[in-house]
């Protein structure tokens, strides 16, 4: 199975490319919000993208699905865990950076999941029953991308801004959720790290 190519670019398309490694093409369709990262780049060039790959008895053809972060994936995979949405429809929808998708999700936002493109009132109910409380990593995925400088205080900072600005906590509550997580586990070394120790604190 195929988790991850880098090759050059032998053809850009409106929603895939075409990608040349070891002699062999791969089509890769991307989601719009990755096709927004590449755009720039043009035939020739190199790129490199982690891949989610599907083949089906019903859909015999295998489909490569192509994103930037290895986050990226795993968040799609989650996304078509939901009912009614596979993975050409979720191509398809997720027309914004994986960030907002989550921070909808977190939020109980209907109204946000229902701008994306194929998902209607009924969809983003199942999506929000299926996946809130399991999406709060996901919202750094943005900030991820840059290289940030490491830290504990560093990256507190970072879920901080993620708990109160993107998924609506409350300053004093995301506080203390911070510090509560330090004090099961004081030896964290990234905010994905961190979320994923408050909101496991959070359930029990």
Do not use: C, W
Not at 18 to 40: C, D, M, R, S, W
Not at 79 to 93: C, H, M, R, Y
Not at 107 to 117: E, P, Y
Not at 163 to 171: A, C, P, S
Request: no cysteine; glycine share 6%; net charge negative.
């Amino acid at each position: 199975m195929i988790g991850y190519i880098e090759g050059k670019i032998l053809k850009m398309e409106a929603e895939r490319v075409l990608v040349l490694a070891n002699q062999v093409g791969y089509e890769i369709l991307l989601p719009a919000f990755v096709l927004e990262t590449v755009k720039h780049q043009k035939v020739g060039d190199e790129i490199a993208l982690y891949v989610f790959y599907q083949q089906t008895e019903r859909q015999p053809k295998p489909i490569l699905i192509g994103f930037n972060l290895e986050a990226e994936k795993e968040f799609f995979q989650s996304f078509i865990s939901v009912e009614d949405i596979g993975p050409l429809k979720a191509v398809k929808a997720l027309s914004v950076p994986v960030s907002e998708v989550a921070g909808a999700i977190e939020n109980r936002d209907i109204q946000s999941l229902t701008r994306l493109k194929g998902i209607g009132a009924r969809t983003a109910q199942k999506i929000i029953a299926t996946l809130e409380g399991k999406m709060g990593k996901f919202a750094l995925i943005r900030k991820a991308e840059k290289p940030e400088p490491a830290g504990e205080e560093n990256f507190s900072e970072q879920v901080f801004e993620v708990l109160v600005k993107q998924l609506g906590h409350k300053t004093s509550d995301a506080k203390r959720m911070i510090a509560d997580a330090y004090e099961r586990k004081p030896a964290m070394t990234s905010p994905e790290e961190l979320l994923d120790e408050i909101y496991r604190g959070e359930k029990t």
